[in-house]
């Protein structure tokens, strides 16, 4: 009788641990069954939790049948779940208006990721300057009608088009290693705007999975998996500006497969006496596989193509005299054409509950070619200066990460680790001398570039609760190899160079609606490789020392707080040189300022949002008063007031404010700031929406892009150095109407 009732208390014993303690694996979906990614899960018994991953899978330790789940995801209505049953659990969320006093600082993944999500939201992106504008604080300009990647501010820099910022777009690279134009030129103009899902980005160079251009700060473009339905929109504006776009979706969200098209088509002349003769085609293709075991296989293919004319930087003192109008142009036979086809095929495989694998490979064909002419005659009095860029350019690569969970004692641990390759093969890198973009005069640089990156990278995260510590080391190994041209000889010419740089983050919980942080690490920016070359190897990846003190807070239940106390030196610093165009290496600099960033939600509809940072930039290789960073801005504002959904009705009014900054080293030549508004409506009825759009409400004279450049125009004797500017754009209405079918 004893040994019954022993063996009966044994195997109730067996029986409770097996209901008790578990691991409960689940999905959260939306209503097309679609997984939500950073969704919350909090076990309400246990006070475990977890957050679901890129595929909306989550796994949630010392759960049992009865405990049950509170699931929450910022936009949408969140939902209490009894445990019946310990299979693989889906758990279904319905979309709402976002309500930001449901957002609770201490249950987000990513803070900042969460604010870009309800920004992309409430203000989406309408077009293809927008899309970098939605990082907080960062600033863009363009001078090159229109088809030449943005000039870009952030921090205190002038990253010229993306020297000192790493850019990505579904984890395949932006950023053009030993371009033609200038070291990590960045074109985004093949995105199309509505294919837009999330915005991941994050400042200074903190990050152990973010490597090359590192520095001031990373930005990753995330692609829609799905539409919601398919779309066709066509616009008209002012100066003879049209737009059409059209989403398809072509496998009506099927629950284990997405997939559609997108296409984009856009001319204009722009406001300036040239025109600019501008377009630009766009095609994007996606498919996603969905595996029973949760995990998921991304094809995505795209193609764009662009041609354009341009007026060019035009220099003050012909504006002054009333020789040319502000949109004029000494040289409008400036411009030139560009194009780039991607393939990018992503795997993510779940492992087992503790680990999952991410990984992608990609493919772009690239080329480019640009004139310009920055001085004139400043050099040859007979012909001019016009200078053309070129390539040809191939990328192949790909990223691979394996994210492991576990406990170290009662300490939960997370790493984190993966390699990854990029090789650039670059034939016909050329910078000619150039007479009405139809003569070459001569060859001052030719040649063929071919660029190897190997990285490995490996981050560790410790989880005590309300505290965390997050150590990282990133290792990168280069290969550069140039074969000049214009040498009679056949010559490779290499170098290599290694670079390890540690990364410390913490996070603090001082409550569920407070977080402290600490983040610090070495960055790097790669240099172009004829660079590499002439310097024979030294100084060739110089480094970044940054650390941030900041807070998230939310003082109010409908007010949110993001600040920042930062410091970056950098050992080596790019500058524009004017009177060849290009940019090139200097000395040591440093730079130290404040973020601030504030969420308002007024009601259920409308919003506020304002991004403020102010930065004192200096070299440290010059003497005071002649230590001033050219171009690098000391303090920038946007701010916006923004209708979400309100009978139909959304849009919006938004400002920014770009202060006076140096033009040079002395501060001798200023480029003048500027404040600038935009707004837009638009009004939903049933399937089809009307917009309308007027940039620079207020038609205000601005100027996008300066330069302190000394040129020299063809009836002067000698040079003169002061500001050369493109200027910003007036008045500029446009309608548009779309059908959602």
Same mark, same amino acid.
């Given at each position: 009788? *004893?040994?019954?009732?022993?063996?009966?208390?044994?195997?109730?014993?067996?029986?409770?641990?097996?209901?008790?303690?578990?691991?409960?694996?689940?999905?959260?979906?939306?209503?097309? #069954?679609?997984?939500?990614?950073?969704?919350?899960?909090?076990?309400?018994?246990?006070?475990?939790?977890?957050?679901?991953?890129?595929? $909306?899978?989550? !796994?949630?330790?010392?759960?049992?049948?009865?405990?049950?789940?509170?699931?929450?995801?910022?936009?949408?209505?969140?939902?209490?779940?009894?445990?019946?049953?310990?299979?693989?659990?889906?758990?279904?969320?319905?979309?709402?208006?976002?309500?930001?006093?449901?957002?609770?600082?201490? &249950?987000?993944?990513?803070?900042?990721?969460?604010?870009?999500?309800?920004?992309?939201?409430?203000?989406?992106?309408?077009?293809?300057? %927008?899309?970098?504008?939605?990082?907080?604080?960062?600033?863009?300009? /363009?001078?090159?009608?229109?088809?030449?990647?943005?000039?870009?501010?952030?921090?205190?820099?002038?990253?010229?088009?993306?020297?000192?910022?790493?850019?990505?777009?579904?984890?395949?690279? !932006?950023?053009?290693? #030993?371009?033609?134009?200038?070291?990590?030129?960045?074109?985004?103009?093949?995105?199309?705007?509505?294919?837009?899902?999330?915005?991941?980005?994050?400042?200074?160079?903190?990050?152990?999975? *973010?490597?090359?251009?590192?520095?001031?700060?990373?930005?990753?473009?995330?692609?829609?998996?799905?539409?919601?339905?398919?779309?066709?929109?066509?616009?008209?504006?002012?100066?003879?500006?049209?737009?059409?776009? $059209?989403?398809?979706?072509?496998?009506?969200?099927?629950?284990?497969?997405?997939?559609?098209?997108?296409?984009?088509?856009?001319?204009?002349?722009?406001?300036?006496?040239?025109? /600019?003769?501008?377009?630009?085609?766009?095609?994007?293709?996606?498919?996603?596989?969905?595996? /029973?075991?949760?995990?998921?296989?991304?094809?995505?293919?795209?193609?764009?193509?662009?041609?354009?004319?341009?007026?060019?930087?035009?220099?003050?003192?012909?504006?002054?005299?009333?020789?040319?109008?502000?949109?004029?142009?000494?040289?409008?036979?400036?411009?030139?054409?560009?194009?780039?086809?991607?393939?990018?095929?992503?795997?993510?495989?779940?492992?087992?509950?503790?680990?999952?694998?991410?990984?992608?490979?990609?493919?772009?064909?690239?080329?480019?070619?640009?004139?310009?002419?920055?001085? +004139?005659?400043?050099?040859?009095?007979?012909?001019?200066? /016009?200078?053309?860029?070129?390539?040809?350019?191939?990328?192949?690569?790909?990223?691979?990460?394996?994210?492991?969970?576990?406990?170290?004692?009662?300490?939960?641990?997370?790493?984190?680790?993966?390699?990854?390759?990029?090789?650039?093969?670059?034939?016909?890198?050329?910078?000619?001398?150039?007479?009405?973009?139809?003569?070459?005069?001569?060859?001052?640089?030719?040649?063929?570039?071919?660029?190897?990156?190997?990285?490995?990278?490996?981050?560790?995260?410790?989880?005590?609760?309300?505290?965390?510590?997050?150590?990282?080391?990133?290792?990168?190994?280069?290969?550069?190899?140039?074969?000049?041209?214009?040498?009679?000889?056949?010559?490779?010419?290499?170098?290599?160079?290694?670079?390890?740089?540690?990364?410390?983050?913490?996070?603090?919980?001082?409550?569920?609606?407070?977080?402290?942080?600490?983040?610090?690490?070495?960055?790097?920016?790669?240099?172009?490789?004829?660079?590499?070359?002439?310097?024979?190897?030294?100084?060739?990846?110089? *480094?970044?020392?940054?650390? %941030?003190?900041?807070?998230?807070?939310?003082?109010?239940?409908?007010?949110?707080?993001?600040?920042?106390?930062?410091?970056?030196?950098?050992?080596?610093?790019?500058?524009?040189?004017?009177?060849?165009?290009?940019?090139?290496?200097?000395?040591?600099?440093?730079?130290?300022?404040?973020?601030?960033?504030?969420?308002?939600? +007024?009601?259920?509809?409308?919003?506020?949002?304002?991004?403020?940072?102010?930065?004192?930039?200096?070299?440290?290789?010059?003497?005071? $008063? &002649?230590?001033?960073?050219?171009?690098?801005?000391?303090?920038?504002?946007?701010?916006?007031?923004?209708?979400?959904?309100?009978?139909?009705?959304?849009?919006?009014?938004?400002?920014?404010?770009?202060?006076?900054?140096?033009?040079?080293? %002395?501060?001798?030549?200023?480029?003048?700031?500027?404040?600038?508004? %935009?707004?837009?409506?638009?009004?939903?009825?049933?399937?089809?929406?009307? $917009?309308?759009?007027?940039?620079?409400?207020?038609?205000?004279?601005?100027?996008?892009?300066?330069?302190?450049?000394? #040129?020299?125009?063809?009836?002067?004797?000698?040079?003169?150095?002061?500001?050369?500017?493109?200027?910003?754009?007036?008045?500029?209405?446009?309608?548009?109407?779309?059908?959602?079918?």
């Amino acid at each position: 009788m *004893k040994i019954r009732t022993f063996i009966s208390m044994l195997v109730f014993v067996l029986m409770s641990s097996s209901i008790y303690a578990q691991n409960i694996k689940g999905l959260v979906v939306n209503a097309n #069954s679609q997984p939500l990614e950073s969704a919350y899960v909090f076990n309400l018994n246990s006070k475990t939790h977890a957050h679901t991953n890129e595929i $909306g899978g989550f !796994v949630i330790t010392n759960s049992k049948m009865g405990d049950t789940l509170k699931v929450g995801l910022l936009g949408y209505k969140t939902l209490e779940v009894v445990l019946k049953s310990t299979d693989n659990l889906t758990i279904l969320l319905n979309e709402k208006a976002f309500e930001l006093d449901e957002l609770t600082i201490k &249950e987000e993944l990513d803070a900042a990721s969460t604010l870009a999500r309800l920004d992309l939201k409430v203000t989406p992106v309408n077009s293809s300057q %927008d899309i970098l504008r939605k990082v907080p604080g960062l600033f863009i300009g /363009q001078h090159a009608g229109g088809g030449k990647a943005e000039q870009i501010f952030l921090r205190g820099f002038d990253i010229d088009h993306g020297t000192d910022i790493t850019i990505s777009v579904d984890d395949m690279p !932006v950023n053009m290693v #030993s371009h033609a134009h200038g070291q990590g030129y960045s074109d985004l103009h093949f995105v199309i705007p509505e294919t837009l899902n999330a915005i991941d980005f994050g400042k200074g160079g903190y990050y152990a999975d *973010k490597g090359d251009f590192n520095t001031a700060g990373y930005v990753n473009f995330k692609t829609k998996d799905y539409l919601k339905e398919s779309s066709v929109s066509f616009s008209l504006g002012q100066f003879n500006t049209l737009r059409t776009v $059209g989403l398809f979706d072509l496998l009506e969200n099927k629950k284990d497969q997405n997939a559609y098209l997108a296409l984009e088509y856009i001319e204009t002349d722009g406001p300036f006496d040239s025109p /600019q003769n501008f377009n630009r085609l766009n095609l994007f293709g996606k498919y996603i596989l969905r595996t /029973q075991d949760n995990s998921k296989v991304t094809l995505t293919s795209s193609h764009f193509t662009s041609r354009w004319d341009a007026s060019g930087q035009i220099p003050t003192r012909e504006v002054n005299n009333g020789n040319i109008s502000r949109f004029g142009a000494i040289d409008d036979t400036e411009g030139g054409t560009t194009e780039r086809t991607n393939f990018n095929v992503a795997f993510h495989k779940y492992i087992n509950d503790a680990t999952t694998l991410k990984a992608n490979a990609f493919y772009s064909h690239y080329a480019f070619e640009l004139y310009s002419n920055f001085t +004139f005659f400043l050099e040859d009095p007979i012909n001019g200066d /016009q200078i053309r860029q070129k390539e040809n350019r191939n990328i192949f690569g790909f990223n691979t990460s394996i994210h492991h969970s576990a406990y170290l004692g009662e300490t939960e641990f997370n790493l984190t680790a993966g390699v990854g390759l990029r090789h650039d093969n670059v034939d016909d890198v050329e910078l000619s001398k150039t007479r009405n973009r139809t003569e070459t005069l001569e060859n001052v640089q030719l040649g063929d570039i071919n660029q190897t990156n190997v990285s490995a990278f490996a981050s560790a995260e410790f989880d005590f609760g309300d505290f965390r510590i997050v150590p990282g080391l990133r290792l990168d190994y280069f290969k550069f190899l140039y074969n000049d041209q214009l040498q009679q000889n056949f010559e490779t010419q290499a170098e290599t160079k290694t670079t390890l740089n540690p990364k410390l983050n913490m996070y603090y919980n001082a409550n569920s609606n407070l977080q402290l942080y600490s983040k610090s690490g070495i960055g790097f920016h790669s240099n172009d490789t004829r660079v590499v070359i002439a310097n024979n190897g030294r100084e060739i990846l110089p *480094k970044s020392y940054g650390t %941030d003190l900041g807070l998230v807070w939310k003082p109010l239940p409908k007010l949110m707080i993001n600040s920042a106390l930062w410091y970056l030196f950098l050992e080596q610093e790019f500058v524009y040189v004017g009177d060849a165009g290009i940019v090139e290496p200097s000395g040591e600099t440093e730079r130290m300022g404040i973020d601030l960033g504030l969420r308002y939600q +007024f009601t259920t509809h409308l919003f506020f949002d304002t991004d403020a940072t102010y930065t004192k930039a200096r070299s440290l290789d010059a003497r005071s $008063g &002649e230590d001033f960073i050219p171009l690098a801005p000391d303090f920038t504002l946007t701010a916006g007031l923004s209708v979400d959904d309100y009978y139909g009705f959304s849009g919006g009014l938004r400002l920014r404010y770009l202060d006076d900054r140096p033009a040079n080293e %002395d501060n001798s030549i200023v480029a003048e700031g500027y404040t600038v508004a %935009d707004f837009n409506i638009n009004y939903k009825w049933k399937d089809i929406t009307l $917009g309308l759009t007027v940039e620079n409400l207020f038609d205000v004279d601005w100027n996008e892009t300066q330069f302190a450049t000394a #040129s020299r125009l063809q009836n002067e004797v000698t040079p003169v150095e002061e500001i050369h500017f493109t200027p910003g754009t007036p008045f500029f209405i446009k309608g548009q109407i779309t059908y959602n079918f």
